[in-house]
């Protein structure tokens, strides 16, 4: 049996397994129980605009449910419902709904975002993309993938790793420009895409 209180290469795996699962069960709960209309509501309290609905706050108690269930010595620290503190040396930290802005507007690219720290150092990391279908999961320095979940026969698993050839002038970048768009605006986004 493994000791899950030490951190080896066997934990690892089964972190990673257990994000892998976890990836899954939350595409799956999106569709079932938080893909219908919802109101969003500011959580910052008039200073400024921090977006949250029902769905970030379902999503976080599911991810914590599943944790507890399977690690329930963890720690775990979430956006929605703070810090679960113990006396153990592994951390979870979870954004339910990184880019619930988004998720508002109906762009599809907002994710989950699951982290496991061991002894404050990062181990595992998954960030699940339900509307895509897809999932990335990191577990070392060298071992990362992207997961494409099939609806049907087997998911496709492609390792992913740094082209040493690449230049900056043929990179790619994106990145977010809600914050000069009204949210009229950033409603059209995904008519767009």
Known sequence: MLDMDQLDTKNVRVFANFLSQLAKDMTRFYYLKLNKPFKAMNKSK?????????ADRAFEKFIR???????P???????EFGYKKTKSDF?????????TRSFIVGNPTWS??????????????LANFPRLSKYYLNYSNKTAYVVNIACV????????????????????VAGAFHGWLSLKKQSRIPKVL
């Open 73 to 79: 010595n963890h720690e775990i620290i979430g956006e």
């Open 46 to 54: 008039g200073k400024g605009y921090d977006p949250v609905t029902k």
């Open 112 to 125: 989950n975002l699951i982290a496991l720290n061991y002894k404050g150092n990062p181990t595992v990391g």
């Open 153 to 172: 026969g087997k998911d496709k698993k492609k390792k992913l790793s740094v082209n040493k050839k690449a230049t900056f002038k043929t990179a790619k």
């Open 65 to 71: 449910s599943k944790i507890k269930k399977k690690f």
């Open 91 to 99: 951390t979870w930290v979870i954004d339910p709904i990184d880019g």
